[in-house]
């Protein structure tokens, strides 16, 4: 299937490596200018730079996305510079892993603020422009975690929850103005995040998936360029899990 993008302007948090990163390079190979967002200006502009290097269209803002003021004072400033918005894939994340009864307040309120609450304000900043020209695609990357629960990331597990929860009050709220909202779970993705666990955890993971393998970083970035699509355009509301069968 041909995807079309008409003069398309993306943003992703989380750009500037693993799933954000494989994301931004998918939707610029499609034609669309990608703002590549992360709290390390080194990290987006690597990002924005290979992309451009490789013929797409990018550039970088380096914004700390637990930070509401610095949020809204970002999105006003790349509104007026690029005009609009039309697709916000909100990827960001952090984890702060400790049991529960170990686990700080800091630990806690890191996790949500970067995972749950930069949710809230992109979505808050970006969606009114959105509503003026009818068109507009939200996804937010959540998690199986989320869905599922896991030992030791009661608070990664809160966020990635919260995040579906609010995709589909978004659904609802904007799709009068032409605006879709969908999440994705991954499942056990092949990232920086899983490189540094060991051959041992790694199979242990692996026999509780039926498919019997890691994902790629590819197996996301290509469904969340269908969803920024135009052929996506009756699809919102919806959590889409890829995961290798993992949860059913």
């Known amino acids: 299937m041909n995807l079309t993008f008409t003069d398309r302007v993306a943003l992703v948090t989380g750009a500037g490596r693993g ?37 797409g269209n990018a550039v970088a803002r380096a914004v ?32 702060r892993d400790t049991l529960l009864m170990r686990m700080k307040d800091e630990d806690w309120h890191d ?7 930069s949710c809230f304000y992109w979505t808050r900043a970006l969606t009114t422009a959105m509503g003026r020209n009818r068109w507009g695609r939200v996804i937010n990357i959540s998690s199986v975690v989320g869905q599922m629960g896991n030992a030791g990331q009661a608070n990664y597990a809160a966020a990635k929850a919260g995040m579906l929860g609010f995709t589909k009050t978004v659904a609802r709220e904007f799709a009068k103005r032409g605006i879709t909202a969908n999440a994705v779970c991954p499942g056990f993705i092949e990232t920086d995040m899983t490189s540094v666990l060991d051959e041992k955890t790694k199979e242990v993971i692996v026999q509780q998936v039926p498919l019997r393998r890691l994902g790629k970083v590819e197996d996301i970035s290509r469904l969340v360029t269908y969803l920024s699509s135009e052929e996506s355009g009756y699809i919102t509301g919806q959590t889409f899990t890829v995961d290798g069968g993992m949860v059913m």
Do not use: F, P, W, Y
Request: one cysteine or more; proline letters at 0%; aromatic letters at 0%.
């Open 64 to 95: 700390d996305v637990s930070d509401g003021a610095a949020v809204a004072q970002a999105a006003e400033e790349l509104l007026k510079e690029h005009g609009k918005i039309d697709i916000l894939v909100n990827n960001a994340g952090i984890t």
């Open 19 to 55: 799933i954000g990163k494989a994301i931004a390079e998918e939707l610029a190979r499609e034609g669309v200018k990608v703002i590549c967002v992360s709290k390390s200006e080194s990290s987006c502009g690597g990002a924005a730079e290979a992309i451009r290097a490789s013929g």
């Open 111 to 117: 996790v949500i603020r970067t995972n749950l609450d």
